[in-house]
Each structure stands twice: as structure tokens, then as C-alpha cells.
């Protein structure tokens, strides 16, 4: 499925930016929040994963039904696992495109890697 | 130290360009003194110069600089082993503002507008400016607390309240802008004279005005209140001056010194009925300035090319905005005040920024007694402060002028009466409005004079008084002032030829105003409502920290003071 | 054990809101309650797993070291390198920053703040059209009508709209809540939205489009607009039109909904200039949403010392600014810097990944209490004292108010601003002696 990704701040995101090696950040970021029709149309269950690509890299995320999205959008907390799928182009103003960006999404049963994990090859 | 041989001006002191050594000792001028030696023979020497207006420090000042990378660019210098890096041409950042006022024999200057709410952001820029002494003046024109007090007549409570503020910004004096208009911006509207209702307070300006006009002088304060007039900026406006001085005769001045200065009267002494028929109404004024001895006055002089207008005259600056299409920063303070920035650039062949140029000069020719009327561009208002060798130049000599006026647009010599003034200051005259007037006005005792016990700063400029005649050698005059030959503050020469050698901090005063305990407590039960209710802050986090004046100097005033000893 | 004690109107230095009515109760040199703070805030002050020592990286293994060595180690980083990035200082005290622009002046360094991947857009868009602006306090008092656009304070800023404006009461707002209109326009419906008197659904890119279709409708030029503009129907653009038109004072509070979109500083431009033009039919005032507590106070600090508020390179001996080329992720997406110092803020995490990437080729200095993806990849680490809660200093609202922080409870780790004096004295030593041996 094709959809549009935005990234943003949430509740739980923000208590643990501060202790993001913990497990509690883990797990209110490594998150990809989907619209119910998507959500279903993709076979989804809760816990079930999410693996997401786009021209810039690929993550996977744990699906969550989210209510207030609208079908085709993608949300995920801002943070480490989101900028997988951000590229490095700043259209001259200094700031990447975090938000809008195009992406596949497709059920996976891959786990989702940890925050020691998502670093480990860039030398971590 | 010793500085040998000068051609000294020190008006305050009665000396007119006497030939005589000065000496400084422990940072303070002296009848004697050992130690480093400057050659001073045959040149011009001055106290150091005391600019009471100008916007250097704060809010306003930093929205500036955020909102004009062009600007930031201008004046751009490397660090060197004694300087932080200098940038920007009308809103240079901090370190330039102490240089570039070091190299011109400035050794003071007064931030001219900082709402108490704001006051801790100003002290972290003054702080940051090097070399010179500061203030900053405290808004309390449009304070919900002041027109209550004005409301209810309860002149007591006011006078606490005006000391309780200066206390809480750690400000110098009692800034007016626009009296009512802060407010009534609030709402998107403004007053439009001195009589009109402030919506929603039940007060008028001309109330507002008489009433922290005694109350400054219930305190005693060093400096009387400092006002920018309402209507500001307008064409016609010139009534509106006169009207708000009328106001003021009556009231009895605490201090030997006036009972209003009135800022940047450049901007007021407009005649006319709108852009079309714009002319000078700065005869008119000098006349009531020459006739009276309340009031005194700053030039606000305008000059062609960039500046950056900042005011807490928000609606003015809407209006610039919507003049120019400019860009546009507004910026309210809740409960006390509104302020505007717009860039802006004078034209001479523009009829209107021509007859302004014109008026600013007609004002300092025509006002015949320089002690009432300091020398100012309301920088970076009418021009940055880099340019006041160009205005001095201007009241000096007549053919600059004429060369001037010939650049103009054609119209300046039938709008304004400035071609026909012969007057040439001389240098008692800039003297006075660049040191000992400034410095008296702002009631500064050790400042803008070279006698025993003064501050000892002192400007030595290279020229010879006894030879120039600044009248044809302009453009050399204009050169020396630029870069004085030595800037001396606090004895410790800190500029040589444009050059600067040290930096030391320069100490911020502001006024410590005792009142009676009984008024205060009053006060505080208001002050306490208000925070719990209308403010979004907690009182306890309002006042400005110690720790935001590492050089701090406070004067004391206040009931229980005597008042101080004539000044000359 | 000492006794318990209690700091009333404690500043919260967590997010741009500063909020400074915390009640925080210490007792044995450990924050033991703290109260009025949101979730957020009392997550920070209560504190967490820290950093306990400074740290150098040998043999690909972070080992612990003295202050001292670290400080040389970090010190030596910077003068090795040609054009160092020194990055972050979003969550630490203005007092701080400041001797890190001295730090950055002294080693020709490029320095940047976490407002190039937030609000720098807003930045941008100020400079080309400048800010119609309020402290927090006047839209509480006044504020009839209030749009957010692009955020979500419901999660981002807690206690924004308690204090400050959705429910805020003030002199002439006695009704709060009920008294005012509030717009929502996001992409999605947010906790923010459900709250809205309207809630306004956009498609994602085009906050753009929808800013100029207002604007038309504010100017009387409706003939011009399609049926639909981003996903909005005419009509709905029509009604909000008028409903910013008939405010008697309008707020508009953005998010990084619209810096981080496409059109990015342009719909920051654009959203000023409809501000600016509704100004001639009521009164309205536009403010960001400023994220960390203090991303705007070294903003201002930058400004008043460098004339620039971001991306500030001083490699030249003097301040450029050219945003785009100066940016802490175009200089590492270019390759163009060879060592960084990264403080107060967490560049690993918070870049693309594509852009970390660079950080992982160059020796990276890390100035933070907490251990975060910046650490993994940290030649040097370098805990300290948490600015806010065990050091003073100032920060500066998201309103551009600034506070005093206050220092809660004592520490053993030096401030962020000691240890910056520390690598500068370092700088200064090792340039001296090797002045010295070449001499």
C-alpha cells in the first residue's frame, strides 16, 4: 500500500525523549500508526508489524489503529525509527522534509529492531 | 593618568576651550595624577559623549537583528585578539554597540524603551555590551497598574508603583510611548489625542501624563519622565506637542533639571493635513522650547538610507508596514504595552524623508539654548548612532547643509525654513548637546563633565579646535568625530585612532526609589491580584535577578532623599 | 537526612511553555513530589537514569576517564579539526550557549541549534516577513478566537491551553474556554482537535494553498477560489474567513505540521502574511510553537552576539549565515565537517538517518545528563548537571519571554556552562603550548 508518512510529537514520546535507551521509549516510538481501514485493509491485528520503504531506507514498526488518521496517512512519533524513511535534502532552508513523505507499507513479520539494533551498522 | 595639553570643553565646569592638563586617578577625573601620559597638544578634548536615547538592548532590538540577515551582514568584522566579532549597520549586535560607540568618544548610552515584563532580556544584552555605561529606561505608558492608579487619583500608589517597577526592571527612568495607545492596540485600535478615552480604562493620556509626571517627581527621581508623544509620526501633529507640554507647566520639578524630556521631537513637529501638504512645524516649536523651561528635547534627527524603526508605538509601525509593504514584527506585552519593528529606507528625493531631514536640523538651529536639546537619531529610528558625526557635521556648517539641500527634493526649502538658518554650532555647543546636557538631563552627576570626581571618561579627537573652521572643513571634522584619537573610560584608554584596545564592562545604573511602607503594601495587594489573575507569569519569577547586572549601579531617590545639589 | 523543603514557583524546563508554577518538594538532596507539572515536566524533574562519568572511547569502547581528560580530549577534537559543527543547545541556559559561541569564535566553529530540523523554517519566514507577535499572556486576556495549525499542544505543550489559551481565563476572557472559538487545521484529527469548536482536515503538502485561498477570502477576493482548496471545501474556507474577520483578538499558534511539509518556510511566510493582512479587520497575532524549553532563548542569544539566530558559522574568523549551506544537516550531508560537539540535544536520533550517517564518520563530543543513540557513537562523552533542576540560568519562553531557571536540588556533575569553560581553557592551553614548542 502506498501512503503518505508524517512524523510528530506524541504524549509518550515526549515523557521519554530524554531516556530514549529505555524500553518505554521503545515502545512509544518504534510505532506506525494507521487509519482503521487501513489497518484492516492490510490484515493487521494489534502487535502485528508494519514494514515500511521508501528511496531513502526501510524500518519496521509496530501497527497501530489510530482513529483520527485518515486513510493513505501514516503517523509515526517523531524520532530515530521515523527518520529512517527521511532523506537527507533540505530544499536550501537547512531543514529535511520530515513530514509528507511517500511510502510503502506492507504487513511483515520481521520484529522491529531495538534502539541498540536500528544503530548497529552505523558503528554503534 | 595624564592627558596634556588639550583644547578641553567642559561646558558643565565653564570652560569653553581652554588650553589646560587633565588628570585621572583610580578611574576618576583628578587635580593630580601620576602614570601613563597622552599627548593631547592643541586637540580637541571632551568629556565622553552621553547618548539618553537610543535603542541598543532587548526585545525589540533582537527582533530586529532576527528578522534582517541583510542588515546583520553590513559592518561585518573578524575577531581579534581584544574583540568579539562585530556585525549589522542599523542593529549591530552587542559587541559592535560598544565598539563602535568607543571609537566615536561615546563612553554612555541609554536604552531608551524596555517594558518591566522584558526587562531580564535587556539586561542580558546590556551585559553583553562591552565598554560602554548604561540604563534603560522603563515603559509604563500604557501599565494597566499606572492607569488604575491615574483612574482611582491615588497619586501615592502610583508613586509606589513607578518605584516598585523601576526596582522590579532595574530600570533608570520613566519611559511614556504613545500613553493609552499600548492599550488600546490590544484591541487593534490606538488614541488619537491626549484627551480621547483609553477603551475599557476610563483614563485619558493627558491623565496618564500628569499623573507619572508627579509621580516622578514624588520620587525624586534622577531623570524626569521621557516621553514620545501620542500621535506621533503624523502629519499635523505639531498640536499635539504643544497641547501635551501645556499640560505640564504647572508641575513643580523635585530636581534642578526639567519636568519632561520629550523624545525624538523630530517626529512631532509635523504640520500639515496629510502626506500631501506635509511641512515643518519645527519654528513653532523651538518657539515654545525658547519661551519655556519645563521641557527639554532630543533631536531624533532622520538621515537618507537604511534604518530600522522600533518603537512601543505598535500602531505607528502597523502603519509604516502598510506605508512601505515592509515586513513587519509587532510584539505586545500583556498588560503593559505593545512595540513594533519595520525596516525601513529614507529617500532624498522623497519629499517627505527630505522635509523630516529638514526638521531635525531646523530644531537644533532654532531652539537657541543647547542645553535644552541633545543630539540624537532616536538610533536606529531615524539612523543607526554610527552616523552622528554626520549630523554634527550638519549643525556645524552651513555650505554642508546647502550641499545637502541642493541633493534634495526641490520642494524642502518651501515646506521647511532650514536654508534660511545661518546658525553654525560651535564646539561649546555640540559640547553640551552630546555631553553635559545628556548627562544633566538623565541627572547623571559624574557623567558628561571633566570635574574633580567625575567619571573619568574623556575623548581626545585629532583636531585642532584653534585651527579647523568646521564650517568649510566639514569632511575632515566629519572624519576625526568618526574615530576619535583616544576614547578614554574610566582611565584606561579602551580606543586609539578607531582602534580598540580594551573592553572592560561597562556598569548599568538604575534607580533605586525608596517610598513610605504603608503605600507599598497598598500597592502589593493590587500587584498580587493581578499576577494571580491576569499575568502568565508568577510574581515571584517577575523582578529582574542580581544576577542579571554583574555591574550594577544603583542611584538611590525616593521620598526620604534630599534632592541634589545644583549641577553648575 | 535534611529536612524536607519546598521551591514554590519553580520554572519547568521542559517545553517551550516555561511553565513557572511548579511546586517542587526536596527532601535528602532528591526531588521527592512535584506538583502542577504535566507528565512531561515531572517526568524531567523527577529525574531518570543519567550518565554517570565522563568518558572516552579507546579501542572502540567508551571507558570512563577524569573531567579533566575529557576536556583535553575534547578540546584537542576541536583544534584538530578544520570546520567543526558545534550542535544542539536547545536544552540547556542561555548562560551556556553563550560560552559556547565564545568556545565556537575561539575554534572557528560552525554553530547550530535543534531549530534547523524544527521551527528553523519559521526562522526563515520571520526574516522575510517579519513576526505580528504577543506574549502568551495577552492572547489569555484577550484572545477570542484561536487556531492552531500544524500542531498538537494536547501532547506536545500539556499545559498550553490551561494556562495560556484554549481555556486560559483573563481580564476580558472571564468565560475561558466557552467564550472563545477554537479552530483546529491539521492533517489528521489530534487529541487537539477533538477539542476544537472546528476542526479543519487537510491534505498533507498543502497548508500552502489553503493559507492562500484564505487570504483571497479575507481580501474580498473569493471569485478567484476553486471549489475546493487541500481538501477544504470553498464554503468551510469561507466560514473561516469570517470567523477570523469578525475576531476581536485572533491568535494563531503553528506547529511543525507546517515547517516540516512541503512549501516549508514558504507556508511560514504565508501564514505571516495572512496574519499581517487580518490585522486590518481585527487584531490577530501568530506565534510558533517552540518545542524544547529553551530553543528559542539561544536563538536570541545567537542573535544578539552573532546577528544570526541559527546556523551561524564562524569558521571564516567572522559570523556567516546562509542557511541551506551553513545548517548542521546540509554541512554533514555534504560532508562538510570533520568533528563535532553535540549538547543538549540528541543529532543521532533527531536527524535523517541518512544525515546521522556522517556523524558516525567523524569524532563526535557529547555534552548531555542523559545516554541516548549520540552516545553510541561518541569519541567523547561528558555528563552534567541538568540546566532547570540542579543549575540557574535563563531560558527563553516559546513567547520570547525570559525566566530565571532555578536549581532545585545540588549535583555532582559540573553545568553544561563549566563544562564549556573547561574545553575552552583546554583550547586555550593546548593552542598556548603549542605556540610555545613551535616558538
Not at chain 2, 525654513?417 to 541627572?443: F, S, V
Request: aromatic share 6%; proline share 5%; hydrophobic share 40%.
Amino acid at each position: 500500500m502506498l501512503a503518505t508518512m508524517i512524523s510528530g510529537r506524541t504524549l509518550a514520546q515526549g515523557a521519554g525523549c530524554e531516556s530514549k535507551m529505555s524500553p518505554d521509549f521503545f515502545k512509544a516510538v518504534a510505532l506506525c500508526h494507521l487509519s482503521e481501514r487501513d489497518f484492516k485493509s492490510l490484515g493487521l491485528s494489534e502487535g502485528k508489524n508494519v514494514l515500511l520503504k521508501n528511496e531513502f531506507g526501510q524500518v519496521v514498526l509496530t501497527a497501530k489503529m489510530d482513529a483520527g488518521l485518515p486513510e493513505s496517512i501514516v503517523f509515526i512519533p517523531m524520532g530515530p525509527w521515523a527518520n529512517v524513511l527521511v532523506g537527507k535534502e533540505t530544499g536550501g532552508c537547512g531543514t529535511p522534509h520530515f513530514k509528507g513523505l511517500e511510502v510503502d507499507v506492507a504487513a511483515t513479520n520481521s520484529p522491529v529492531l531495538n534502539i541498540c539494533e536500528l544503530f548497529s551498522d552505523m558503528g554503534a | 593618568m595624564i592627558i596634556k595639553g588639550g583644547i578641553v570643553y567642559d561646558p558643565a565646569n565653564g570652560i569653553y576651550g581652554e588650553e589646560m592638563d587633565l588628570f585621572v586617578d583610580q578611574g576618576r577625573m583628578a587635580e593630580q595624577a601620576k602614570g601613563e601620559e597622552i599627548d593631547a597638544r592643541g586637540l580637541l578634548v571632551m568629556p565622553g559623549g552621553v547618548d539618553a536615547h537610543s535603542h541598543i538592548a532587548g526585545k525589540k532590538v533582537n527582533t530586529g537583528r532576527i528578522m534582517r540577515p541583510d542588515d546583520s551582514r553590513q559592518g561585518t568584522q573578524s575577531r581579534t585578539s581584544v574583540c568579539r566579532p562585530s556585525t549589522g549597520y542599523t542593529v549591530p549586535n552587542c559587541y559592535a554597540m560598544g565598539y563602535r560607540y568607543a571609537r566615536m568618544g561615546y563612553t554612555t548610552a541609554f536604552e531608551a524603551a524596555t517594558p518591566i515584563l522584558e526587562a531580564r532580556h535587556t539586561h542580558e544584552e546590556l551585559a553583553e555590551i562591552p565598554i560602554i555605561d548604561k540604563g534603560a529606561l522603563t515603559l509604563f505608558g500604557s501599565n494597566w497598574q499606572v492607569m488604575e492608579c491615574v483612574r482611582d487619583k491615588d497619586l501615592s500608589k502610583l508613586a509606589a508603583y513607578v518605584a516598585w517597577g523601576l526596582r522590579a526592571a532595574r530600570g533608570y527612568g520613566v519611559k511614556i510611548v504613545n500613553p493609552g495607545g499600548g492599550e488600546a492596540w490590544g484591541f487593534g485600535g490606538n488614541v488619537k489625542g491626549i484627551n480621547d478615552t483609553v477603551p475599557g480604562f476610563d483614563v485619558t493620556p493627558a491623565e496618564i501624563i500628569r499623573g507619572l509626571a508627579k509621580a516622578n517627581e514624588m520620587l525624586h527621581l534622577p531623570h524626569s519622565i521621557h516621553l514620545h508623544f501620542n500621535n506621533l509620526g503624523k502629519p499635523g501633529n505639531y498640536t499635539t506637542a504643544i497641547e501635551t507640554l501645556d499640560l505640564l507647566r504647572d508641575i513643580k520639578p523635585s530636581r534642578m533639571r526639567q519636568i519632561v524630556h520629550v523624545t525624538h521631537m523630530q517626529f512631532s513637529a509635523y504640520g500639515g493635513t496629510s502626506w500631501r501638504d506635509f511641512e515643518s512645524k519645527a519654528p513653532v516649536i523651538a518657539d515654545y522650547f525658547n519661551n519655556h523651561n519645563h521641557a527639554t528635547m532630543d533631536m531624533g534627527q532622520l538621515l537618507f538610507g537604511s534604518a530600522t524603526t522600533m518603537t512601543a508605538d505598535a500602531p505607528l509601525e502597523y502603519g509604516n508596514a502598510r506605508l512601505t509593504h515592509n515586513k513587519w514584527s509587532n510584539h505586545d506585552i500583556e498588560l503593559e504595552e505593545s512595540s513594533g519593528v519595520v525596516p525601513m529606507t529614507y529617500f532624498r528625493k522623497m519629499l517627505v524623508n527630505a522635509v523630516q531631514w529638514a526638521i531635525g536640523l531646523e530644531l537644533a538651529l532654532l531652539v537657541k539654548d543647547p542645553w535644552k536639546i541633545l543630539m540624537t537619531t532616536d538610533s536606529p529610528n531615524g539612523s543607526p548612532f554610527v552616523n552622528y558625526p554626520e549630523v554634527i557635521t550638519l549643525l556645524m556648517s552651513k555650505p554642508k547643509r546647502d550641499a545637502e539641500m541642493a541633493t534634495l527634493h526641490e520642494q524642502v526649502p518651501k515646506r521647511t525654513t532650514l536654508a534660511g538658518i545661518e546658525r553654525e554650532l560651535d564646539w561649546t555647543d555640540i559640547a553640551i548637546m552630546t555631553r553635559a546636557a545628556p548627562a544633566r538631563i538623565l541627572g547623571l552627576q559624574d557623567k558628561g563633565h571633566l570635574g574633580t570626581g567625575a567619571d573619568g571618561d574623556v575623548t581626545v579627537y585629532n583636531l585642532r579646535p584653534e585651527e579647523v573652521d568646521a564650517s568649510q572643513d566639514h569632511a575632515l571634522v566629519k572624519k576625526a568625530l568618526a574615530n576619535a584619537l583616544y576614547t578614554i573610560k574610566g582611565g584606561v584608554v579602551v580606543s586609539k585612532e578607531g582602534q580598540i584596545l580594551a573592553t572592560p564592562p561597562g556598569r548599568t545604573f538604575w534607580v533605586d526609589a525608596a517610598v513610605p511602607p504603608a503605600d507599598a503594601d497598598r500597592l502589593m495587594l493590587d500587584l498580587e491580584d493581578k499576577f494571580a489573575k491576569y499575568y502568565s507569569i508568577q510574581l515571584s519569577n517577575y523582578a529582574v535577578q542580581d544576577a542579571y547586572l554583574p555591574h550594577a549601579k544603583a542611584i538611590r531617590a525616593g521620598l526620604p532623599v534630599e534632592p541634589l545639589p545644583e549641577v553648575a | 537526612m535534611s529536612e524536607a523543603t519546598l521551591i514554590k514557583d519553580a520554572v519547568c524546563s521542559f517545553c517551550g511553555c516555561l511553565c513557572d508554577d511548579i511546586d517542587v518538594e526536596v527532601e535528602g538532596g532528591k526531588v521527592q513530589r512535584v506538583k502542577h507539572a504535566c507528565r512531561l515536566g515531572s517526568s524531567k524533574i523527577m529525574g531518570h537514569g543519567r550518565i554517570e562519568s565522563p568518558m572516552i572511547r579507546k579501542e572502540g569502547v567508551l571507558v570512563a576517564c577524569s573531567f579533566q581528560e575529557a576536556y583535553d580530549r575534547a578540546a584537542q577534537i576541536l583544534l584538530m579539526a578544520n570546520k567543526p559543527l558545534m550542535y544542539g543547545w536547545a536544552s540547556t541556559s542561555c548562560e551556556a550557549g553563550k560560552k559556547g559561541i565564545l568556545l565556537a569564535e575561539e575554534v572557528g566553529a560552525v554553530f547550530d541549534t535543534t531549530a534547523t530540523v524544527c521551527h528553523g523554517p519559521s526562522v526563515i519566514g520571520i526574516e522575510e516577513k517579519g513576526l505580528p507577535g504577543a506574549t502568551l499572556g495577552q492572547v489569555k486576556n484577550r484572545a477570542d478566537t484561536i487556531v492552531f495549525w500544524g500542531c498538537n499542544p494536547a501532547e506536545a505543550h500539556p499545559r498550553h491551553s490551561l494556562r495560556y489559551s484554549s481555556n486560559a481565563c483573563g481580564r476580558f476572557t472571564p468565560q475561558g474556554r466557552k467564550g472563545r472559538k477554537i479552530i483546529v487545521v491539521d492533517v489528521r484529527e489530534t487529541r487537539t482537535a477533538k477539542n476544537a469548536d472546528k476542526f479543519i482536515s487537510i491534505t498533507p503538502g498543502c497548508d500552502y494553498e489553503v493559507i492562500s485561498a484564505l487570504r483571497m477570502l479575507v481580501a474580498g477576493k473569493g471569485d478567484n477560489v476553486p471549489e475546493e482548496v487541500g481538501g477544504v471545501s470553498k464554503a468551510d474556507l469561507a466560514d473561516l474567513a469570517a470567523t477570523l474577520k469578525a475576531a476581536k483578538f485572533g491568535a494563531v499558534f503553528f506547529g511543525l505540521g507546517i515547517t516540516h511539509s512541503r512549501g516549508r518556510y514558504k507556508n511560514i511566510d504565508n501564514a505571516l502574511s495572512l496574519v499581517a493582512e487580518l490585522n486590518q479587520h481585527s487584531k490577530f497575532v501568530i506565534m510558533p510553537m517552540r518545542g524544547h524549553y529553551n530553543v528559542g532563548g539561544i536563538g536570541q542569544v545567537l542573535a544578539w552576539s552573532s546577528g544570526y539566530p541559527m546556523s551561524v558559522d564562524f569558521a571564516r574568523g567572522m559570523p556567516y549565515f546562509n542557511p541551506g549551506e551553513t545548517a548542521a544537516c546540509d554541512l554533514l550531508a555534504r560532508g562538510d565537517t570533520d568533528a563535532a560537539m553535540v549538547i543538549a540535544a540528541d543529532a543521532v536520533s533527531n536527524f535523517p538517518r541518512t544525515t546521522a550517517q556522517a556523524l558516525a564518520k567523524i569524532p563526535v563530543i557529547q555534552i548531555d545528563p542523559y545516554e541516548n543513540p549520540t552516545t553510541l557513537l561518541s569519541e567523547v562523552v561528558i555528563p552534567c548537571a541538568i540546566a532547570g533542576v540542579e543549575a540557574e540560568g535563563t531560558a527563553y519562553r516559546m513567547d520570547g519571554l525570559a525566566l530565571r531557571l532555578r536549581k532545585m536540588v545540588d549535583s555532582g556533575f559540573p553545568s553544561d556552562e563549566e563544562i564549556l569553560i573547561g574545553i575552552l581553557e583546554s583550547v586555550q592551553k593546548q593552542r598556548l603550548l603549542k605556540a610555545n614548542e613551535e616558538a
